[in-house]
């Protein structure tokens, strides 16, 4: 039987009912209880927690009503599928909690900006190279590594670095973790919890609910043509600036040198430090890649970070972090007591895949990948749904947003894209106050779909949304 182990406060003005459903609901949002997984029966959970079978009921219902659980006749209650875009969003109404199992089977295109295509993916080098790290270190894997992450790999993600991205830093500056969330964790303890990070609006949401689950304070920065709004940033009160600058997510747009300069000269006068995620940084479609802002830092006041899941696959969660030199030397005397957070084996193998040219080459393929299929996106885009549309942020990364010429709201967008199959997703959560003015606009994600899927479900958005 799944355990459930609630602490029920029987004193409480709030019914144990109301208790018991949502402790339910928090383990289903932190993906402790999984989608399909079958609840206790009341009957068992009633004996289990010594409570009333109508107490139990009642938070079964409940968990019913909101569509976060389905009754099946003779089978049990079994979990939903909450979106993962939404999921985040704990203790607050869930905008679009999929329904029912059947509407997730009718979704024909998921146009999900986090999918890379998987089928390109070079599984027998990748499999070598496993095998090759497994025989040829065996025991030495059964012990913990340095907590920075393997010299070897951290060797290869600098040499890299400078080649690509114009990134300046040594190998014991590198510190890798499991995704950008972890390493946002650790940059909290490095920099001290009393710092105020400036975040961009509208900006990525899984970093600002991290410092702000971690009591960080954070106060948002509205974004121009240029990127974040270094004059706004100058009145704030912030020491922290987290910047997208290769790419702005969601926007799309790239920071030009002016507005770089000018961030830069707010950190030396602020005695403050940008973190720079290099969001989709290797995919950019219209003129020359632009170096990264760290290039350009000679004040040690640029935070790097950047990651493998575009670039590979989301499911290998290794990213990495390019510390200055002082925040480095904070990190080696005070924070090598946190162990690594990846796998030795899986960073042995990315070593390995990077050091014999496997990645460059299956880079090189998925931007000329990626190129196509954004062109048929915009030629579908400009074939079914022309003037009604305005297309933001082409040029670079994996995704678009779309402004729609309507009246409808941007929630019916979606769920009428949804009626026929389409999966789109919203703006809304990328802002602060979860809204903003002016036209809906929904976020269009190609990577993992193929040139066919692509436009057929453009035309479906377009029936969808009667715009014919």
Same mark, same amino acid.
């Given at each position: 039987?799944?355990?459930?182990?609630?602490?029920?406060?029987?004193?409480?003005?709030?019914?144990?009912?109301?208790?018991?459903?949502?402790?339910?609901?928090?383990? #289903?949002?932190?993906?402790?209880?999984?989608?399909?997984?079958?609840?206790?029966?009341?009957?068992?959970?009633?004996?289990?927690?010594?409570?009333?079978?109508?107490?139990?009921?009642?938070?079964?219902?409940?968990?019913?009503?909101?569509? %976060?659980?389905?009754? =099946?006749?003779?089978?049990?209650?079994? *979990?939903?599928?909450?979106? @993962?875009?939404?999921?985040?969003?704990?203790?607050?109404?869930?905008?679009?909690?999929?329904?029912?199992?059947?509407?997730?089977?009718?979704?024909?295109?998921?146009?999900?900006?986090?999918?890379?295509?998987?089928?390109?993916?070079?599984?027998?080098?990748?499999?070598?190279?496993?095998?090759?790290?497994? &025989? @040829?270190?065996?025991?030495?894997?059964?012990?913990?590594?340095?907590?920075?992450?393997?010299?070897?790999?951290?060797?290869? /993600?600098?040499?890299?670095?400078?080649?690509?991205?114009?990134?300046?830093?040594?190998?014991?500056?590198?510190?890798?973790?499991?995704?950008?969330?972890?390493? =946002?964790?650790?940059?909290?303890?490095?920099?001290?919890?009393?710092?105020?990070?400036?975040?961009?609006?509208?900006? &990525?949401?899984? /970093?600002?609910?991290?410092?702000?689950?971690?009591? /960080?304070?954070?106060?948002? #920065?509205?974004?121009?043509?240029?990127?974040?709004?270094?004059?706004?940033?100058?009145?704030?009160?912030?020491?922290?600036?987290?910047?997208?600058?290769?790419?702005?997510?969601?926007?799309?747009?790239?920071?030009?040198?002016?507005?770089?300069? @000018?961030?830069?000269?707010?950190?030396?006068?602020?005695?403050?430090?940008?973190?720079?995620?290099?969001?989709?940084?290797?995919?950019?479609?219209?003129?020359?890649?632009?170096?990264?802002?760290?290039?350009?830092?000679?004040?040690?006041? #640029?935070? &790097?970070?950047?990651?493998?899941?575009?670039?590979?696959?989301?499911?290998?969660?290794?990213?990495?972090?390019?510390?200055?030199?002082?925040?480095?030397?904070? &990190?080696?005397?005070?924070?090598? *007591?946190?162990?690594?957070? *990846?796998?030795?084996?899986?960073?042995?193998?990315?070593?390995?895949?990077?050091?014999?040219?496997?990645?460059?080459?299956?880079?090189?393929?998925?931007?000329?990948?990626?190129?196509?299929?954004?062109?048929?996106?915009?030629?579908?885009?400009?074939?079914?749904?022309?003037?009604?549309?305005?297309?933001?942020?082409?040029?670079?990364?994996?995704?678009?947003?779309?402004?729609?010429?309507?009246?409808?709201?941007?929630?019916?967008?979606?769920?009428?894209?949804?009626?026929?199959?389409?999966?789109?997703?919203?703006?809304?959560?990328?802002?602060?106050?979860?809204?903003?003015?002016?036209?809906?606009?929904? /976020?269009?994600? %190609?990577?993992?779909?193929?040139?066919?899927?692509? @436009?057929?479900?453009?035309?479906?958005?377009?029936?969808?949304?009667?715009?014919?």
């Amino acid at each position: 039987m799944l355990e459930l182990t609630p602490i029920l406060q029987k004193d409480s003005r709030e019914p144990l009912y109301i208790q018991l459903a949502e402790f339910i609901k928090q383990e #289903i949002m932190n993906k402790h209880i999984l989608p399909n997984e079958k609840l206790p029966s009341k009957r068992k959970l009633s004996t289990h927690l010594q409570l009333s079978l109508n107490t139990v009921q009642a938070a079964y219902d409940q968990l019913c009503a909101e569509g %976060y659980v389905e009754s =099946i006749p003779r089978k049990g209650l079994f *979990v939903l599928n909450i979106d @993962e875009e939404y999921s985040y969003q704990l203790g607050k109404e869930i905008p679009y909690v999929e329904k029912k199992k059947e509407q997730m089977k009718q979704v024909k295109m998921d146009f999900n900006s986090g999918k890379v295509d998987t089928k390109c993916f070079p599984y027998n080098n990748w499999r070598k190279l496993s095998m090759q790290s497994i &025989y @040829e270190d065996q025991n030495s894997w059964f012990t913990n590594g340095d907590p920075q992450g393997e010299l070897n790999l951290r060797e290869q /993600i600098a040499k890299h670095l400078y080649e690509a991205r114009g990134v300046h830093c040594y190998p014991n500056q590198i510190v890798i973790g499991a995704g950008t969330q972890v390493l =946002i964790g650790l940059l909290v303890l490095l920099l001290g919890r009393d710092k105020i990070f400036a975040l961009e609006n509208p900006g &990525y949401h899984r /970093i600002r609910v991290v410092l702000q689950d971690m009591g /960080i304070s954070t106060i948002p #920065i509205p974004i121009d043509e240029n990127g974040m709004d270094v004059s706004h940033l100058n009145k704030s009160k912030a020491n922290v600036a987290y910047v997208t600058p290769s790419h702005q997510f969601p926007y799309g747009m790239i920071m030009p040198i002016t507005r770089r300069f @000018e961030l830069l000269n707010w950190a030396e006068r602020n005695n403050g430090f940008i973190i720079e995620d290099d969001y989709d940084g290797e995919y950019r479609y219209k003129g020359k890649p632009i170096p990264a802002l760290q290039g350009l830092d000679g004040n040690n006041r #640029i935070i &790097y970070l950047g990651t493998f899941s575009k670039s590979l696959i989301p499911s290998l969660r290794i990213s990495y972090a390019v510390l200055p030199e002082p925040l480095s030397s904070v &990190y080696q005397n005070h924070f090598t *007591v946190y162990k690594q957070t *990846v796998s030795r084996m899986h960073q042995d193998t990315l070593y390995r895949f990077i050091k014999e040219g496997y990645w460059n080459s299956h880079l090189n393929k998925m931007r000329t990948l990626y190129r196509k299929k954004r062109q048929v996106l915009l030629q579908a885009i400009h074939r079914y749904l022309d003037r009604n549309v305005e297309v933001i942020g082409e040029n670079a990364g994996l995704h678009i947003v779309l402004e729609v010429k309507t009246d409808w709201s941007e929630a019916r967008l979606i769920e009428k894209a949804l009626d026929f199959g389409v999966k789109v997703y919203p703006m809304s959560p990328y802002y602060f106050q979860n809204n903003y003015p002016g036209n809906p606009k929904v /976020i269009i994600g %190609y990577g993992g779909l193929t040139e066919l899927e692509i @436009e057929a479900g453009v035309e479906l958005l377009m029936k969808a949304w009667e715009l014919v």
